[in-house]
């Protein structure tokens, strides 16, 4: 049973319009949220991240918004550049005795095209 | 440079022959993990260790072994009894305490014929 889903296994936007990369849980005991961005035989390296009391967060040109009630989280990217084209997962923890492991989703491949 | 170091980055191995996957972290993290990446997957938890010496089973520990015995090392081991044991495998640490955050090294490829 996937507790983290990312439907959308690729996304195409041109240099300089808005990615927005859409994820959603089911697990209502996940409290914290990260996104992080993987290129090809490398490690992730972590983005953003926030908390369930909030339900934004802005780091430059990354934002994360998160919306409870529907279990779902996007992470919008503005504005888009080349060299975001990566593959983005979808993390979340959460109580209950597990707070240090993180349940990925299976990635979006996003594509910034000059 | 703080960071996290596997070794070595591309692994071959023949089938029945156990392997062990080095990682080290010079962070001061308490908290260590292992993932494993299968392509169109996302990353599965192998095992995890908050603390040394104490370690537990994540999602697919079966055929996979680990240690803890130091703060800066937490190598894995692929068993024989691994039914696929060719991916892409991630170690990754985090501050103990601290919700969320894990920081990953940059993998290592094992090819199992």
């Known amino acids: 049973d996937q507790q983290v889903k990312q439907n959308s296994p690729s996304l195409s936007v041109q240099e300089g319009r808005i990615s927005i990369l859409n994820c959603d849980y089911t697990?209502?005991?996940?409290?914290?949220f990260l996104w992080y961005k993987k290129y090809p035989a490398e490690g992730p390296t972590f983005l953003i991240s926030i908390s369930s009391i909030k339900d934004k967060n802005e780091d430059g040109r990354f934002t994360v918004f998160l919306n409870k009630s529907a279990k779902h989280l996007s992470l919008h990217i503005v504005p888009s550049q080349p060299g975001d084209s990566a593959v983005y997962f979808c993390a979340a923890s959460g109580s209950g005795g597990s707070n240090y492991k993180l349940t990925f989703g299976k990635g979006t491949l996003l594509t910034v095209n000059p | 440079d703080g960071g996290i170091t596997q070794s070595p980055k591309y692994l071959f191995r023949k089938e029945g022959q156990n392997v062990t996957l080095s990682c080290e972290q010079n962070?001061?993290?308490?908290?260590m993990y292992w993932y494993r990446q299968d392509p169109g997957q996302g990353l599965r938890l192998i095992y995890y260790s908050q603390i040394v010496n104490d370690f537990q089973k994540g999602d697919i520990a079966e055929g996979y072994s680990v240690s803890r015995e130091k703060k800066e090392s937490f190598p894995l081991t692929v068993t024989s009894a691994q039914k696929n044991p060719t991916a892409f495998y991630l170690c990754?640490?985090?501050?103990?305490?601290?919700?969320?955050?894990?920081?990953f090294g940059p993998g290592t490829r094992l090819t199992v014929t």
């Open positions: 990754a640490s985090s501050i103990s305490g601290t919700v969320g955050e894990q920081y």
């Open positions: 962070l001061n993290h308490d908290a």
């Open positions: 697990n209502s005991m996940f409290d914290y």
